[in-house]
């Protein structure tokens, strides 16, 4: 019964402390902190993976958004119809109106409104509905026209917005299909510098080993012909005067041929 109620205290006191830490406004800041670094953890690859699926969701986005095009496309096809219907009333009846109107003044004894003729007391009662009608129709004609004019407009941004989201989500794939590549070229550096270059391969360990031992060998058999040489050996002084006498001749050749060059320049 006493771990219950340390548990309950326990369930308490976490939720009064969320409670107070969304009321004193700390909540969304480490909400988002929180949300970036389980962002951070997660791999490049699952990202990208991520990335074009939210890019793939515009697609049913943008289908929903062609059914309530569709469906708003209709209304306002039905609208100028109906705009139409009335601006064509209008017209006949402003006619006929004006037509009854110069017969009444004239003062014939019948006269003809649409098709029919009327006694002169039955064309005024007539005449004054119906002026009252086509006054009701011009203002209704005129609102359609204001209202018509709006639903193409909207029409016609919807429509724009559509187009400009299909553009915007090849232009977000382009992005990906390029960080995506960016990644894989990262990859192959990263294999690249791991691959064994430098003076800490193993190879080049053995190159220098063998070198230096190399060195060391021939240190010690210049060595050895020194020692023999100071005792009394000729060794090592033969390639010596050899390569004096070489060098000799061929200085020697050199300046000859120089001093005979000079010399037909002098003659010539």
Known sequence: MKCCKIGTSLAVAAGLGIVAVW????????WQRT???MEKQVPP?????QLKLDISRLTKDMDKNWTA?????????????????KQAKLKSMEKELAAAAE????????????????????????????ANYFAALKREVASKEKLL???????????????????QQQELLTQVALL???????????TESKLPTGEGSRLDKIKKRLNKLQTDIEI??????????????????GNAEKEETADYDSVLRRVRNALSGETAKEDH
Do not use: C
Not at 117 to 124: L, N, T
Not at 180 to 190: C, G, I, N, Q
């Open 23 to 30: 009321i004193t406004g700390v909540g969304p800041a480490l």
């Open 35 to 37: 949300v970036d670094n």
């Open 45 to 49: 690859e699952v990202q990208i993976e």
């Open 69 to 85: 095009v569709a469906k708003y496309e209709y209304e306002v096809k039905d609208l100028r119809k109906e705009l139409e219907r």
């Open 103 to 130: 017969e009444l003044e004239a003062k014939v004894k019948f006269v003809k409104y649409e098709g029919k003729e009327y006694s002169r007391s039955d064309a005024i009662r007539l005449l004054d509905r119906e």
């Open 149 to 167: 004019a709006a639903r193409e407009q909207k029409l016609a941004a919807a429509l724009a917005t559509q187009k400009e989201m299909k553009s």
């Open 180 to 190: 995506e590549a960016d990644l894989e070229t990262l990859k192959l550096m990263r």
């Open 220 to 237: 010690q058999k210049r060595a050895q012909e020194l020692s023999e040489s100071s005792h009394g050996g000729s060794v090592g002084t």
